[in-house]
């Protein structure tokens, strides 16, 4: 009878490892265990009940939305220059103090190329011209460096206008015969005048009429997420200004430097520029 005792001991034990791996909490769920440079992960958390979990990644905090008890969402953003390797991933809990950590691998990515025949005063600048930019850079950054900590989208993001894909994201620029900046968002191809909603709540940080964007929208939807808005006719809305879901904000034109009337969309996820469609794909997700 020894052994059936020492077997049905060891049955308790199997099973109790197996209960315990099961219930091990925090739990992180990644959408990808791996992203391309200018990649999204939909990271999803869960916690015990009273916990508040706090995520960093590459040496920046990833806030995080909460949704129902115990369960929490956030983005992480690969840039599309970032280093390909191994990175940690880590949380912990409070009060608690429970810590976890996981490994994300980022891989390299060749968007390709696009070249572009533009009249030579739009791409060989002047002092006048050059100073008008650098100066703008540092605008638009310097807004992009700033967010709202506190999340303020709520479910998917939505495509700004159904255009036709015309300007794919990260492919280099050889703009007459020189190589340029890659190309840091998407071109949505529209008419002239088409409503630009806004992909998510948000508030209006930046509006200006820029050298290279022309009339451009930038709108903080908190939790290190930026959207931005280029090439417009007509801006709808004001800085400072706070925009739900779907609002329109402005109309497709073809201001600054550009070929004909399109919308140019960029993303940025805590400071890294991703692909924007990746952004509306995987946030269908948490519909």
């Known amino acids: 009878?020894?052994?059936?005792?020492?077997?049905?001991?060891?049955?308790?034990?199997?099973?109790?490892e197996v209960m315990g791996a099961t219930v091990s909490?925090?739990?992180?769920?990644?959408?990808?265990?791996?992203?391309?440079?200018?990649?999204?992960?939909?990271?999803?958390?869960?916690?015990?009940k009273g916990e508040i979990p706090k995520l960093t990644w590459l040496e920046k905090d990833v806030p995080m939305v909460a949704l129902e008890e115990g369960n929490w969402c956030g983005f992480l953003?690969?840039?599309?220059?970032?280093?390909?390797?191994?990175?940690?991933?880590?949380?912990?809990?409070?009060?608690?103090?429970?810590?976890?950590?996981?490994?994300?691998?980022?891989?390299?990515?060749?968007?390709?190329e696009r070249r572009l025949t533009l009249p030579r005063e739009m791409v060989e600048l002047d002092a006048v011209t050059l100073r008008r930019v650098r100066k703008e850079a540092a605008a638009i950054n310097s807004v992009l460096e700033r967010t709202s900590a506190e999340p303020s989208w709520k479910g998917p993001f939505l495509k700004p206008v159904e255009g036709e894909l015309s300007g794919i994201f990260g492919r280099r620029n050889i703009i007459n015969g020189l190589a340029r900046s890659p190309h840091s968002g998407v071109d949505l191809k529209a008419g002239?005048?088409?409503?630009?909603?806004?992909?998510?709540?948000?508030?209006?940080?930046?509006?200006?009429?820029?050298?290279?964007?022309?009339?451009?929208?930038?709108?903080?939807?908190?939790?290190?997420?930026?959207?931005?808005?280029?090439?417009?006719e007509k801006i709808l809305v004001q800085e400072g200004q706070q925009v739900t879901k779907g609002e329109i904000i402005g109309q497709v034109g073809s201001t600054g430097r550009s070929t004909g009337p399109h919308l140019h969309l960029g993303v940025r996820v805590n400071g890294a520029r991703v692909d924007p469609l990746r952004l509306i794909d995987l946030s269908k997700?948490?519909?």
């Open 25 to 48: 909490l925090p739990e992180i769920l990644l959408s990808s265990p791996y992203a391309c440079q200018g990649d999204i992960v939909l990271l999803k958390v869960r916690v015990e």
């Open 285 to 287: 997700e948490l519909e």
């Open 77 to 112: 953003g690969t840039d599309l220059k970032f280093a390909p390797g191994t990175y940690p991933l880590k949380i912990s809990t409070t009060p608690s103090g429970r810590e976890k950590s996981v490994e994300i691998k980022i891989e390299s990515k060749d968007y390709g």
């Open 1 to 16: 009878m020894g052994w059936i005792f020492a077997l049905c001991l060891a049955v308790l034990f199997l099973f109790a």
């Open 192 to 232: 002239r005048g088409v409503p630009v909603k806004a992909m998510n709540h948000g508030k209006v940080v930046f509006t200006s009429d820029q050298f290279f964007s022309g009339l451009s929208v930038v709108v903080d939807h908190g939790g290190g997420i930026h959207s931005m808005y280029f090439h417009l």
